[in-house]
């Protein structure tokens, strides 16, 4: 019998092996995942499906979105990019829904020479950890995307990363969940409940007390807030907040080129700029980066730097629509590195802290979770995100991610 695999007592009324905290991508994920491994699991979040997937654009973006110092990361990003296709195949033919996955590739191109130092710099960087990336001048930029701006300097063409949409990819989670038997309580769970050295469930928002064998903290920036949770365990995540935009491309006559055919990104004035075009018509474009707590507020100066680093990237792109704009929140760690599987606290467990990689690691959180659940073992890939590198005495993190010490871009 799996760990969390409870023995039946005839006598108790039914309770779940598994209990997730947070309906969230990371919350589904693990719940589908644990389900399918046979798990009885039960989900608590009070609007399951919500969280930062509603707000991301879904960049698969191990490549473009390389930091000096998170090679082991590349390693997790990369081997979740490619199970990617599968997954989403699974996930389809589980739910009857499309998961809004495209293999379309990405340009991140340069503006001005210091974007284009920047740029060289990541160039650099991918060979060394023999990343698939060409470097391209400006005119050919143009010509793979000729919606560019005409001053663009040069860019990496790198064809592996890809994109999927957050919220067509979590519907689909949702529907698979409740046909894998998933128990949804559509409350906020307000109390990890601890007995005899292990956590042994949680209480709800509406009073409900669930036992379960393992719990897993899925709860994306909210996770290190549970009351309840030994302040040994409790997991380093801090929220980052971004402001995205959506906006409507115009329908293009058959034949003739998209709008924009792939991701492009940018570094503009030294902060990263996306621009994520869907099938459906939907450009998302993202992201500030601020820290600034729980506000999730729009600001006219957020939406305005982002039109403006946007415009000066694909001028004709403030013609389009101004559909949508959110705000959400990343879960960052101390070194940007997820927190994954068992804790210090028996039946315990963590999926959080993606920050940036929230949408491209779902994949791999959830076979990494399940796995967890199912043998009480992280696998090889997962084990140096385990959540005991931020134990108290464990010392610096052996650095899946690197230490945060000034804003990312
Ligand atoms: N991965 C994109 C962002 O966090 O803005």
Same mark, same amino acid.
């Given at each position: 019998?799996?760990? =969390?695999?409870?023995?039946?007592?005839?006598?108790? !009324?039914?309770?779940?092996?598994?209990?997730?905290?947070?309906?969230?991508?990371?919350?589904?994920?693990?719940?589908?995942?644990?389900?399918?491994?046979?798990?009885?699991?039960?989900?608590?979040?009070?609007?399951?499906?919500?969280?930062?997937?509603?707000?991301?654009? &879904?960049?698969?973006?191990?490549?473009?979105?390389?930091? *000096?110092?998170?090679?082991?990361?590349?390693?997790?990003?990369?081997?979740?990019?490619? @199970?990617?296709?599968?997954?989403?195949?699974?996930?389809? +033919?589980? /739910?009857?829904?499309?998961?809004?996955?495209?293999?379309?590739?990405?340009?991140?191109?340069?503006?001005?020479?210091?974007?284009?130092? *920047?740029? @060289?710099?990541?160039?650099?960087?991918?060979?060394?950890?023999?990343? +698939?990336?060409?470097?391209?001048?400006?005119?050919?930029?143009?010509?793979? $995307?000729?919606?560019?701006?005409?001053?663009? #300097?040069?860019?990496?063409?790198?064809?592996?990363?890809?994109?999927?949409? %957050?919220? #067509?990819?979590?519907?689909?989670?949702?529907?698979?969940?409740?046909?894998?038997?998933?128990?949804?309580?559509?409350?906020?769970?307000?109390?990890?409940?601890?007995?005899?050295?292990?956590?042994?469930?949680?209480?709800?928002?509406?009073?409900? @007390?669930?036992?379960?064998?393992?719990?897993?903290?899925?709860? &994306?920036?909210? /996770?290190?807030?549970?009351?309840?949770? !030994?302040?040994?365990?409790?997991?380093?995540?801090?929220?980052?907040?971004?402001?995205?935009?959506?906006?409507?491309?115009?329908?293009?006559?058959?034949? =003739?080129?998209?709008?924009? =055919?792939?991701?492009?990104?940018?570094?503009? @004035?030294?902060?990263?700029?996306?621009?994520?075009?869907? $099938?459906?018509?939907?450009?998302?474009?993202?992201?500030?980066? +601020?820290?600034?707590?729980?506000?999730?507020?729009?600001?006219?100066?957020?939406?305005?730097?982002?039109?403006?680093?946007?415009?000066?990237?694909?001028?004709?792109?403030?013609?389009? !629509?101004?559909?949508?704009?959110?705000?959400?929140?990343?879960?960052?760690? %101390?070194?940007?590195?997820?927190?994954?599987? %068992?804790?210090?606290?028996?039946?315990?467990?963590?999926?959080?802290?993606?920050?940036?990689?929230?949408?491209?690691?779902? %994949?791999?959180?959830?076979?990494?979770?399940?796995?967890?659940?199912?043998?009480?073992?992280?696998?090889?890939?997962?084990?140096?995100?385990?959540?005991? #590198?931020?134990?108290?005495?464990?010392?610096?993190?052996?650095?899946?991610?690197?230490?945060?010490?000034?804003?990312?871009?």
């Amino acid at each position: 019998m799996p760990p =969390s695999a409870t023995p039946p007592n005839p006598t108790d !009324p039914p309770h779940p092996d598994v209990l997730v905290l947070g309906g969230g991508l990371m919350g589904l994920v693990t719940a589908w995942r644990a389900a399918r491994r046979g798990l009885r699991t039960a989900l608590a979040d009070p609007e399951p499906g919500g969280g930062a997937g509603r707000v991301a654009a &879904g960049m698969l973006a191990a490549v473009t979105e390389l930091h *000096h110092g998170e090679e082991t990361l590349l390693g997790l990003n990369l081997a979740s990019a490619r @199970r990617y296709p599968d997954f989403v195949a699974e996930l389809e +033919e589980a /739910s009857g829904l499309d998961a809004g996955y495209r293999a379309c590739g990405t340009l991140a191109v340069a503006l001005d020479a210091d974007d284009r130092a *920047h740029l @060289r710099e990541l160039h650099a960087l991918q060979v060394r950890c023999g990343l +698939e990336s060409v470097w391209l001048p400006g005119r050919e930029c143009r010509r793979l $995307e000729p919606m560019l701006a005409p001053g663009v #300097r040069g860019g990496l063409r790198v064809d592996g990363d890809h994109q999927t949409d %957050p919220r #067509r990819l979590t519907a689909a989670l949702l529907v698979a969940c409740e046909r894998a038997g998933v128990a949804f309580h559509r409350t906020r769970a307000t109390r990890l409940t601890v007995a005899g050295g292990r956590a042994t469930g949680a209480e709800l928002a509406d009073g409900t @007390r669930i036992a379960a064998g393992s719990t897993v903290l899925a709860a &994306g920036s909210l /996770s290190g807030r549970l009351a309840g949770v !030994p302040d040994e365990v409790r997991p380093p995540v801090r929220p980052v907040k971004g402001q995205v935009l959506r906006l409507r491309l115009p329908r293009m006559p058959r034949g =003739s080129p998209a709008f924009l =055919s792939r991701t492009v990104r940018a570094v503009v @004035r030294g902060g990263p700029l996306y621009l994520v075009p869907r $099938e459906n018509g939907e450009l998302v474009v993202g992201a500030t980066t +601020e820290e600034l707590g729980w506000d999730t507020t729009v600001t006219a100066g957020g939406v305005y730097e982002l039109l403006r680093d946007a415009h000066e990237l694909v001028p004709g792109l403030t013609e389009l !629509p101004l559909v949508e704009t959110c705000a959400g929140l990343r879960p960052a760690s %101390p070194d940007n590195a997820p927190l994954l599987g %068992p804790t210090a606290l028996p039946g315990l467990l963590l999926a959080t802290g993606h920050f940036r990689n929230g949408v491209l690691l779902t %994949p791999i959180t959830g076979d990494a979770l399940a796995e967890a659940l199912t043998t009480g073992r992280l696998p090889e890939e997962a084990r140096p995100f385990s959540p005991d #590198r931020f134990a108290p005495g464990a010392g610096a993190p052996a650095a899946p991610g690197r230490v945060l010490q000034e804003q990312q871009v």
